[in-house]
């Protein structure tokens, strides 16, 4: 696979509107998820082997020292790598005695090119971890009657725009980085004064969240300064400091995780060489590969898989843009029944819920269905709300421009 860009490692020369124009092929970096990035370096997997950095030479057991010297965490590079396994010393290292085809590509560390991910290191890793450690502090403090208050309270929180959840929290390994990056915005809430006393007490915990905001927002930025970078950078330093200190008690392996040493040590160094972690995520490519393989294989009867997916990855292309869209333009409103901000929503599902002559089911499930498909809206056709202060109108009935009339009233409702 790596022979044409090794064989043209000089020059491609393409011919584009009739002039010949050189291309220079590089391999830049590699996005790839711990396990991934092991296999491209050769280097042992798991966290327990001797030095499990794919990019430093750090002993294991300084995984979770935040305050190493630059000077202790020597880079690995393609000529220590070979001298190491030349002299049989590969298993010293942590890695694979075999060559790295990657070794033969001059501008190129692989150690170094196996940037980190961000979506898998934060969302489904350390802000994992940390929200599994919080349950655990809250059950020794107060059982599971106050994880279950924790778990109320998330739930409490009212819907708003850019906020899905949350049913599925109490399922909390099954969830996706989504629903992650939701929980992420309002465990702080959630959390505050749930408990007193306590060896770590709820205060500290609180801290740990505010910064862990903190330093997420600024993950997210699509542009750095130098004076940015080091901001993040002690930003990092200070949430990994307290995340140690914090949970170290409750885990067994006083919080040694390869992730936290990632973040902690290379995720600005790659920022620096490769720009902004957004551009550094595995997540697009997973969303493909979720949209175009693992739904079509599921779908499929598993008997002469690749020509299936080829035909459903076809009709799903060919359908999408063939499909009759059917607009139906509003033409004349009705009586206003009510006027709503977003926030009034819940409330006024439960009073309809209560009042003595309820409105159709349909008028309380369309309701609450209101700010998803909102969202929804907003995502699919690319609209960003210019505030989010939104104002909801539901009227009785409205007058479509094919004539049809759609209607909101009891009285309508379950009639053809
Ligand atoms: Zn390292």
Redesign the pocket.
Known sequence: MLQPLLEKSEALYFGINGQVITFAARISFFLADMFEADDITATYKGARCKMP??????LQSD?NNMSLKLEN?P?RTHENMKQVINDGQGKEYSVHSVENSFWKFLNLNIYEACVPDRMHHIDLGLFKYQLEFTQDILKVVGGTELQKKFDDRLRQIPRFLGLKLLHKLGHLNVLAASDYRNIMKITLFALDEIFEGNEITCKELCELYAKFSKMYIMSRKEMYTEEDLKIFESAIIDWCIDFKKIFSPLSTTDCNF?KL??WR??AVPAIRKYGALNGLSTETYETLHKSYVKTPYRLSNRKNVMRQLVNAVKHKELTSSAKKVIHRKAKGFEKVLWELTLDNIDQKIKSLKKSENPSHSNFIEGLSQLISTLDTFLDTSSQESESDEFYIKIYDSVHLEDRHILRTTGEFQGKE
């Open positions: 950095c794919h990019t430093c030479i750090v995984l965490v880079h390869p040493h990632s040590y290379h």
